[in-house]
């Protein structure tokens, strides 16, 4: 497996369920690291304590600080959740180190262009890394505008889709055939487009993985 860079539309898509599913069933790394919202009580349910489960490691102080070593406690983007801690947040030592990582899956945060730092958005992170991107979205009423928006910058800054990923929503879905076949339209035939119907866990996903 090559390193992939999994973004999203907005916040609370589906990126550590697709993550933490593909990591489950792959058995390869995934990191998240930059995170918001991030509390040593409340660290089985981030998102760092879900993808460290999904490798079937344990939630550990050195597990964390090695999956996810920028955190932030205040649930806001990156650039506001560091100023209420008096921080800032070094993008380019985000991407130094993820350039070493040898292999897997980085989780983003939020959707395509959320604040890192001043002008800085995460659409600098990928333009920087160049690393194939997977785009999960859903499939709530909107999406089709969130999505084509998602892609159209993400074409603009050359950045490499290697795959959308429809993860079914809870409300207002209009159906997750049906947004797929309308996202069809758009999609270059290079990159995959795939559904993951909801399930009870990333756990209990039984989902056909070649496309990565
Ligand atoms: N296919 C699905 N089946 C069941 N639940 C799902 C599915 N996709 C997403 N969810 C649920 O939706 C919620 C938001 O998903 P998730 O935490 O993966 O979003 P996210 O994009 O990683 O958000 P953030 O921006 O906070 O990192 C979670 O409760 C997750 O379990
Ligand atoms: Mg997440």
Redesign the pocket.
């Known amino acids: 497996m090559t390193r992939y860079f999994v973004t999203?539309t907005?916040?609370?898509?589906?990126?550590?369920?697709?993550?933490a599913a593909l990591a489950h069933l792959k058995q390869c790394p995934a990191y998240k690291p930059v995170i918001s919202g991030f509390t040593m009580e409340t660290a089985i349910e981030s998102?760092t304590g879900q993808l460290l489960a999904a490798q079937r490691l344990p939630i550990t102080p050195e597990t964390i600080e090695k999956i996810s070593p920028w955190r932030f406690a205040a649930p806001l983007a990156p650039s506001m959740a560091a100023a209420a801690e008096g921080k800032t947040l070094d993008v380019d030592a985000v991407t130094g180190w993820c350039r070493k990582i040898p292999e897997g899956l980085v989780?983003g945060?939020?959707g395509v262009m959320v604040p890192l730092h001043g002008k800085v958005t995460v659409l600098d992170w990928m333009a920087a890394l160049d690393w194939p991107v997977i785009l999960?979205v859903g499939s709530y009423l909107g999406s089709l505008s969130h999505t084509l928006t998602a892609l159209a910058v993400l074409k603009a800054r050359k950045i490499p889709l290697h795959a959308v990923v429809v993860?079914?929503s809870?409300k207002d879905s209009v159906g997750l055939q049906e947004t797929r076949a309308a996202l069809a339209e758009f999609i270059d035939k290079h990159a995959h487009l795939v559904t993951?119907?909801?399930?009870?866990?990333?756990r209990e996903?039984s989902w056909d993985t070649s496309w990565i």
């Open positions: 999203s907005g916040t609370g898509i589906g990126k550590t369920f697709v993550t998102d989780e945060v939020g999960v993860s079914e809870e993951l119907p909801r399930a009870a866990s990333w996903t």
